[in-house]
């Protein structure tokens, strides 16, 4: 039996998530909570749906359609029971004014390799698709699946990970991958504990591991202002990445607020509010550093 995976979205056309023009399919489910993260919804691995009451008309098709009676009117306006709620996306297929978003379907890999199939005239000029999230290898059998069928046929596969996975896990998804886009927030264990919720011990081990397994890996590194974007920090960095076999390049991601209004839509913390993008200056003299140790830098995507 083929196995089934959660997918929040499928971009298309995306030229930031590896080479070519490519097919980024991004998975529900993250282990880490990062201060700055773009895609909050993609953090519960269970399917929820947004409501923007802006965009209500209260013509009450969610509530007559809603299987499990979630969705109640109280006080004039709409109420979701989140104890009710399974994500089951009825309410949004119903509603005539997009008020209701579904954030994660369930798929086969059957049915996302016909998704694929369709941007199949993008992939032969040096495209291809790329597993996302979230962390795509939360959900290890289905993005494995799709990875083998990718392969068959002849689809460039890239993984998208932040790295605090199982090792065997990802040693695994290494044998069917073709490129790693590998996540490098912080080289300090308790500072990145303290930004993202885990310490990075595991995820340096399994970088080292997927290195050594001969993988071919683009570190990408989210610059963050006054966070981890120090000298001290960003020549830990190169140090560390210049040892390793098989790194193709170091991006540069400088910060911008666009998961600001995510966040609030979904009712989340913002943790950033007051953050501003690095300067020109800045972003140039990390790249300089990291140059310093051999690595190619790119700044940006």
């Known amino acids: 039996m083929s196995a089934t995976g959660i997918i929040f979205d499928i971009k298309k056309y995306s030229i930031h998530d590896g080479p070519g023009t490519r097919t980024t399919v991004h998975m529900k489910g993250c282990p880490l909570s990062c201060w700055w993260c773009h895609n909050p919804e993609s953090q519960s691995m269970t399917p929820a749906i947004l409501f923007r009451?802006?965009?209500?008309?209260?013509?009450?098709?969610?509530?007559?359609?809603?299987?499990?009676?979630?969705?109640?009117?109280?006080?004039?306006?709409?109420?979701?029971?989140?104890?009710?709620?399974?994500?089951?996306?009825?309410?949004?297929?119903?509603?005539?004014?997009?008020?209701?978003?579904?954030?994660?379907?369930?798929?086969?890999?059957?049915?996302?390799?016909?998704?694929?199939?369709?941007?199949e005239i993008f992939f032969r000029d040096g495209g291809g698709v790329t597993f996302s999230g979230g962390e795509p290898l939360m959900q290890p059998k289905f993005v494995i699946e799709a990875l083998k069928a990718c392969g068959r046929e002849g689809f460039h596969r890239a993984v998208d990970t932040c790295g605090f996975v199982d090792k065997r896990i990802i040693l695994e998804a290494a044998n069917y991958t073709d490129l790693f886009l590998y996540d490098l927030k912080h080289m300090d264990p308790e500072k990145h504990r303290e930004y993202t919720g885990v310490d990075n011990s595991i995820i340096l081990e399994n970088l080292v591991a997927i290195s050594e397994a001969g993988s071919k890996i683009n570190i990408r590194f989210p610059f963050m202002p006054g966070l981890n974007t120090d000298d001290e920090n960003v020549a830990a960095l190169g140090e560390f990445v210049s040892k390793l076999k098989g790194i193709t390049a170091v991006n540069i991601l400088p910060y911008h607020a666009v998961a600001r209004g995510k966040h609030e839509r979904w009712g989340m913390e913002y943790k950033l509010p007051g953050l501003l993008p690095p300067t020109e200056n800045q972003t140039r003299k990390a790249a300089s550093i990291l140059e310093s140790f051999g690595l190619k830098t790119h700044i940006g995507g």
């Not at 809603?66 to 089951?88: F, H, Q, R, W, Y």
């Not at 369930?106 to 941007?119: A, F, I, P």
């Open 53 to 119: 009451g802006e965009k209500c008309i209260g013509c009450g098709a969610c509530v007559r359609s809603c299987p499990n009676k979630a969705i109640s009117v109280v006080g004039g306006s709409l109420e979701t029971d989140p104890g009710l709620c399974d994500g089951c996306g009825v309410c949004e297929d119903v509603c005539p004014s997009g008020a209701r978003e579904l954030c994660g379907r369930k798929y086969s890999v059957e049915q996302l390799m016909e998704e694929l199939r369709k941007d």
